[in-house]
């Protein structure tokens, strides 16, 4: 979630100076939107992006964001390998870099709650030798 608020408050605050930017090119007096209005509107946008696009996992597999930040559904037998990097449409956050057969890349953001879970449902579904398996067994602080 910090890395989120991150992203819209840097999001809105320049899309404000550009549109006020443009305006004073246009010949009007330059002024800002108070701060305050910025993190109005993105506060109700952070927490419904954070409730409304959580990465999923079950049985039949995972619901994993492409490099965009949408959420995309795989089957497990679809990951190829798992490596810790850092996602740059996040701000370069902490996550897993996923690998996928086809060539595609899907995200895990570090902080995604109940990774311990995760990794015990991908321990039970895809066993030891998966590569997100391998992946959520190393601490995610090391990066």
Do not use: C
């Not at 006020?20 to 009007?28: C, F, I, K, M, P």
């Not at 954070?50 to 679809?78: H, K, S």
């Not at 870099?97 to 895990?108: A, M, Y």
Request: aromatic content about 10%.
């Amino acid at each position: 979630m910090p890395v989120l608020w991150r992203v819209m408050m840097m999001s809105l605050t320049l899309g404000v100076v550009v549109a006020r930017g443009s305006d004073w090119l246009a010949g009007q007096p330059f002024n800002l939107l108070p701060t305050h209005w910025i993190m109005a509107v993105a506060a109700p946008s952070v927490l419904l992006w954070y409730l409304l696009m959580p990465a999923r996992a079950g049985e039949a597999g995972l619901q994993l964001f492409d490099p965009y930040g949408f959420p995309r559904r795989l089957a497990w037998q679809d990951v190829q390998r798992v490596e810790l990097a850092r996602w740059p449409y996040m701000l370069f956050a902490p996550s897993l870099k996923v690998h996928l057969h086809s060539g595609q890349v899907r995200w895990l953001p570090r902080d995604t709650a109940r990774l311990a879970e995760l990794h015990t449902l991908a321990l039970r579904v895809a066993g030891p030798e998966h590569p997100l398996v391998q992946a959520l067994a190393t601490p995610l602080h090391r990066l």
